[in-house]
């Protein structure tokens, strides 16, 4: 199970902004966080190209796993306010309950 999740994203599962600082380059996740960095900058080139010529920077600000949940089950929850139950597959991470608890 552990090669299936590591072959799924890149090796590059430690994720970044785990210290609390989105853009501070984790140790532990060189490769996300050299993708970050990298994503920020053709992103700003987009910007620039698209005409704003005078953009001085951009960050580009990750939907982790538990963030990308909650807005998932937020809109859900307006679509069928009356269900009580998730059915979850795979609970492997305190942020799969985190974010049913979260969006109540």
């Known amino acids: 199970c552990l090669a299936l999740v590591a072959r799924r994203h890149y090796r590059l599962g430690h994720g970044i902004g785990r210290s609390g600082d989105l853009g501070e380059v984790q140790p532990k996740a060189a ?47 307006q679509e069928r306010p009356d269900s009580k139950f998730v059915l979850w597959s795979r609970i492997d991470q305190k942020a799969c309950f985190k974010c049913i608890i979260t969006a109540g």
């Not at 987009?46 to 807005?71: D, E, N, Q, Y």
Request: proline share 2%.
């Open 31 to 77: 490769g996300s966080s050299l993708m970050n960095k990298l994503t920020n900058c053709l992103v700003l080139d987009v910007i620039r190209f698209m005409g704003v010529k005078t953009s001085a920077g951009c960050f580009v600000v990750p939907m982790a796993t538990g963030m990308s949940l909650v807005l998932c089950m937020l809109t859900l929850k």
